[in-house]
């Protein structure tokens, strides 16, 4: 009598469970390995339009069809060395996917237009959405509905991709990596995307221009757009405020000006401009008021002046290298000139054209240049010309430290938290100088006659 109980309550409760799931339409985790798998699935399964776990795809599938129900995936949906489907027919239907949507080396995948519902990939730490090595898809776009992708965002090895085009999306949570699609030639789109963490655009031969992310207003790592060797402009980043790690543009032999970053202000790590032959102008930078270290122009040899880099705070750059720029002959920018003559960081300088060749000419073109840089004084010196001793006058807080330089840039008198306003000049030689004082961390210049 009890073992009969027993097996009418497992029975009862199997019952219960299998009546539960045909009401809740579910059906748990699913691997698909034959196209015969999956036929079957929507015999067993007519009502189901929920998958508890993830859906994995096989190499032998063709036919996506009997997933046409399937709206919504809590898992992944992966599909991985497949070289028979075409294109993704049978996923019209499917709304959101709990963690991500990978699809890598479908040798024979065309297009992905049929994830027109889909409306969110994924999770912050997981990967949102990857498509890896799929020889053959030449777009990614009919995503339109795509407004949230967790985790990370690889789009990578496509060798026919000519176009991505996602343009609601307004949500990444981590990375966006599009590197090495040798035939993409735009992309567009991420119009409402505000933040990411780091993007990452290298080795798209063709790409021509990047006309996207434009309402992006920060980014909390890196910035990195390098050996696009198509790339003439980057129409996109306009209101690009902050990137919290380093900005990298590098390898694009095409590149004429970084005309998509006129809004940038601070950067959180390095600042590095380097192999971009066609390079000539990086005046957009000219909003750019703080980096977090290294600052390097390198193997830019059209570009002939720093004009753009004026108004970085001195005080950020730890590390200076303008290295082979051989058309750069003027480099007396603002911050350049305060880097140097403060001489309290590492400066490597060669290789430019005349003027810019060491630090030693730069200091010399800061010095002579000092009255048309700088805005009109907030002191002044008396008497000049002096001869024994001279005063500054109209200042409203005491210098932290008054420099006189030379005509060669050379430092000849330092006195930091001077006790007095007067200085002694007797003994130093007759010649002009560079008067330079530093208050609340910035500079003030003026030039003073010696006799």
Same mark, same amino acid.
């Given at each position: 009598?009890?073992?009969?109980?027993?097996?009418?309550?497992v029975?009862?409760?199997?019952?219960?469970?299998?009546?539960?799931?045909?009401?809740?339409?579910?059906?748990?985790?699913?691997?698909?390995?034959?196209?015969?798998?999956?036929?079957?699935?929507?015999?067993?399964?007519?009502?189901?339009?929920?998958?508890?776990?993830?859906?994995?795809?096989?190499?032998?599938?063709?036919?996506?069809?009997?997933?046409?129900?399937?709206?919504?995936?809590?898992?992944?949906?992966?599909?991985?060395?497949?070289?028979?489907?075409?294109?993704?027919s049978?996923?019209?239907?499917?709304?959101?996917?709990?963690?991500?949507?990978?699809?890598?080396?479908?040798?024979?995948?065309?297009?992905?237009?049929?994830l027109?519902?889909?409306?969110?990939?994924?999770?912050i730490?997981?990967?949102?959405?990857?498509?890896?090595?799929?020889?053959?898809?030449?777009?990614?776009?009919?995503?339109?509905?795509?407004?949230?992708?967790?985790?990370?965002?690889?789009?990578?090895?496509?060798?026919?991709?000519?176009?991505?085009?996602?343009?609601?999306?307004?949500?990444?949570?981590?990375?966006?990596?599009?590197?090495?699609?040798?035939?993409?030639?735009?992309?567009?789109?991420?119009g409402?995307?505000?933040?990411?963490?780091?993007?990452?655009?290298?080795?798209?031969?063709?790409?021509? $221009?990047?006309? #996207? @992310?434009?309402? *992006?207003? =920060? /980014?909390? +790592?890196? &910035?990195?757009?390098?050996? %696009?060797?198509? !790339?003439? $402009?980057?129409? #996109? @980043?306009?209101? *690009?405020? =902050? /990137?919290? +790690?380093? &900005?990298?543009?590098?390898? %694009?032999?095409? !590149?004429?000006?970084?005309?998509?970053?006129?809004? *940038?202000?601070n950067?959180?790590?390095? &600042?590095?401009?380097?192999? %971009?032959?066609? !390079?000539?102008?990086?005046?957009?930078?000219?909003? *750019?008021?703080?980096?977090?270290?290294? &600052?390097?122009?390198?193997g %830019?040899?059209? !570009?002939?002046?720093?004009?753009?880099?004026?108004?970085?705070?001195?005080?950020?750059?730890?590390?200076?290298?303008?290295?082979?720029?051989?058309?750069?002959?003027a480099?007396?920018?603002?911050?350049?000139?305060?880097?140097?003559?403060?001489?309290?960081?590492?400066?490597?300088?060669?290789?430019?054209?005349?003027?810019?060749?060491?630090?030693?000419?730069?200091?010399?073109?800061?010095?002579?240049?000092?009255?048309?840089?700088?805005?009109?004084?907030?002191?002044?010196?008396?008497?000049?010309?002096?001869?024994?001793?001279?005063?500054?006058?109209?200042?409203s807080?005491?210098?932290?430290?008054?420099?006189?330089?030379?005509?060669?840039?050379?430092?000849?008198?330092?006195?930091?938290?001077?006790?007095?306003?007067?200085?002694?000049?007797?003994?130093?030689?007759?010649?002009?100088?560079?008067?330079?004082?530093?208050?609340?961390?910035?500079y003030?210049?003026?030039?003073?006659?010696?006799?």
């Open positions: 009598m009890k073992n009969s109980l027993q097996i009418f309550v029975i009862l409760l199997s019952a219960c469970y299998a009546q539960l799931h045909a009401q809740n339409n579910t059906v748990n985790s699913i691997n698909f390995f034959y196209q015969e798998d999956l036929d079957n699935f929507l015999i067993e399964h007519p009502n189901a339009n929920e998958v508890l776990g993830s859906v994995q795809i096989g190499a032998y599938i063709h036919d996506l069809s009997p997933l046409v129900n399937i709206t919504k995936i809590h898992g992944m949906l992966r599909i991985r060395h497949n070289q028979l489907l075409q294109d993704l049978g996923l019209e239907q499917l709304e959101s996917i709990g963690s991500q949507l990978w699809i890598e080396r479908c040798s024979n995948l065309v297009d992905v237009s049929n027109n519902s889909l409306k969110s990939i994924g999770g730490w997981q990967r949102g959405l990857y498509f890896v090595d799929n020889v053959s898809l030449t777009a990614i776009d009919g995503l339109d509905q795509l407004r949230v992708a967790g985790g990370e965002f690889i789009i990578e090895g496509n060798t026919a991709l000519q176009h991505i085009n996602l343009p609601a999306i307004d949500s990444v949570g981590n990375n966006i990596l599009i590197r090495n699609n040798e035939s993409l030639t735009s992309i567009s789109g991420f409402d995307l505000i933040g990411a963490g780091n993007i990452l655009i290298h080795g798209n031969a063709q790409l021509p $221009q990047i006309a #996207a @992310f434009n309402a *992006l207003e =920060s /980014i909390d +790592g890196n &910035l990195s757009i390098s050996n %696009n060797t198509a !790339l003439n $402009q980057l129409d #996109a @980043f306009h209101n *690009l405020i =902050s /990137i919290g +790690g380093y &900005l990298r543009i590098a390898g %694009n032999a095409n !590149l004429n000006t970084i005309d998509g970053l006129g809004q *940038l202000i950067l959180g790590d390095y &600042l590095r401009i380097e192999n %971009n032959p066609s !390079l000539t102008s990086i005046s957009d930078f000219e909003n *750019l008021e703080q980096i977090g270290g290294k &600052l390097l122009i390198s %830019n040899p059209a !570009l002939e002046n720093l004009q753009g880099l004026q108004n970085i705070d001195a005080a950020t750059i730890e590390e200076l290298y303008l290295v082979n720029n051989t058309s750069l002959s480099c007396d920018v603002q911050s350049i000139c305060d880097f140097l003559l403060a001489d309290d960081g590492y400066a490597y300088i060669i290789s430019n054209a005349a003027g810019c060749e060491d630090a030693e000419a730069i200091k010399s073109a800061c010095v002579a240049s000092v009255d048309s840089r700088d805005a009109p004084m907030a002191f002044t010196v008396y008497p000049n010309p002096a001869t024994q001793q001279f005063s500054l006058r109209g200042l807080t005491s210098p932290e430290s008054v420099q006189l330089i030379n005509w060669h840039g050379q430092q000849m008198m330092l006195q930091e938290n001077p006790a007095s306003n007067t200085f002694d000049v007797r003994g130093l030689p007759k010649g002009i100088y560079l008067l330079r004082l530093k208050i609340d961390r910035a003030l210049h003026a030039k003073i006659q010696i006799q």
